[in-house]
């Protein structure tokens, strides 16, 4: 049982590039999430789904997709990335929303 | 708006109690939870409260009142290894979960 898994650990990227962090989970949870947390703050939410085909943007989803196609995977989507968007991404699931989260290992992005 | 008041810092010697306080105004509640997060990795969880009153798990504990929108995390014989951030997150109406900045917490020996 792996838990929540992400790919990359770690990326850069230039101005106006593109790319998708995975995240997949086992547990067969229902809700999944994307947070991005910059140094010294807490979470924000970008976005999250209650099931496979429904997604909902979260606190901030500007600049960002998700798409969910599986119980299991729960993709984030950045398209013309920015120095704002430099920051670590966690992936996260539960069973149901006010149950405990469980976080993946987090991926750090830099965008220069 | 919804707002999760943390003290950023803390400092507390090894073997020491510390208490780390959480103050919240949300839309509705529907429990509180407590992950700890060390440097450079993910939180983990480390309690939830629903009821008011005190829950203990071996070293930690955790209180809650509702009534007054407060709740905090006690810290029993502070280890090295509990230098963390302890992130205080509750359960809005909509079943969403609101995260505070978070309390960094340093030992010393």
């Known amino acids: 049982n792996a838990g929540v898994t992400q790919t990359p650990k770690f990326r850069i990227l230039k101005i106006g590039q593109s790319m998708t962090l995975q995240c997949t989970q086992d547990?067969?949870?229902?809700?999944m999430y994307w947070y991005r947390q910059d140094p010294g703050m807490g979470l924000k939410l970008i976005y999250y789904s209650v099931g496979a085909g429904i997604t909902d943007k979260g606190e901030v989803p500007n600049g960002y997709n998700v798409s969910r196609s599986t119980t299991e995977d729960f993709p984030l989507r950045l398209e013309l990335a920015a120095p704002s968007q430099t920051s670590v991404y966690f992936c996260a699931s539960s069973y149901e929303s006010q149950e405990t989260q469980y976080f993946g290992p987090g991926t750090r992005l830099l965008v220069l | 708006g919804q707002n999760i008041d943390q003290p950023t810092e803390m400092t507390a010697t090894e073997g020491a109690i510390v208490q780390i306080n959480c103050t919240y105004q949300?839309?509705?509640?529907?429990?509180l939870f407590w992950y700890q997060q060390h440097a450079g990795e993910a939180p983990t969880f480390l309690s939830y409260?629903?009821l008011d009153g005190l829950e203990e798990k071996g070293r930690f504990s955790s209180f809650l009142s509702r009534s007054k929108g407060y709740s905090y995390l006690l810290l029993k014989e502070l280890q090295m290894k509990d230098s963390a951030s302890y992130l205080c997150?509750?359960?809005?109406?909509?079943?969403?979960?609101?995260w505070g900045a978070g309390t960094k917490l340093i030992i010393k020996p």
């Open positions: 409260n629903v």
């Open positions: 949300t839309s509705g509640f529907n429990g």
């Open positions: 997150a509750v359960v809005d109406s909509n079943y969403q979960l609101i």
């Open positions: 547990m067969n949870h229902n809700y």
